[in-house]
């Protein structure tokens, strides 16, 4: 079982990333999936999660009306599209799945910076 993140980088204040994390070694469309960030010196926290079947979509409050989760079960991928971004967006971007256990991916760094 495995999550690879990929896409973050470097970007302006107000620009746009695609993130996209590929799932492999599971039958993805049955598991949920989420994105979850971690910036320096703070815990970890939920971004956006997804549903499995009818793909319904929960976001945290700073983020609503900026970021869009998606999914694409063919391809056992999930998407984070992330518009007008700021500073306090800058962190390591994670995907996240649960079976039995919870799985993390590697991880993908986003720097919000002019």
């Known amino acids: 079982v495995q999550l690879v993140e990929s896409g973050g980088g470097l970007v302006q204040p107000g620009g746009s990333l695609r993130l996209t994390c590929a799932g492999s070694?599971?039958?993805?469309?049955?598991?949920?999936m989420s994105w979850y960030r971690q910036a320096p010196g703070k815990e970890r926290e939920l971004v956006a999660g997804?549903?499995?079947?009818?793909?319904?979509?929960n976001y945290a409050d700073s983020v609503k009306g900026r970021f869009t989760i998606s999914r694409n079960n063919a391809k056992n991928t999930v998407y984070l599209e992330m518009n007008s971004l700021k500073p306090e967006d800058t962190a390591v971007y994670y995907c996240?799945?649960?079976?039995?256990?919870?799985?993390w991916g590697q991880g993908t760094q986003v720097t919000v910076s002019s």
């Open positions: 996240r799945t649960f079976m039995d256990r919870i799985i």
């Open positions: 070694g599971f039958t993805f469309w049955r598991y949920g």
């Open positions: 997804i549903s499995s079947g009818s793909g319904s979509t």
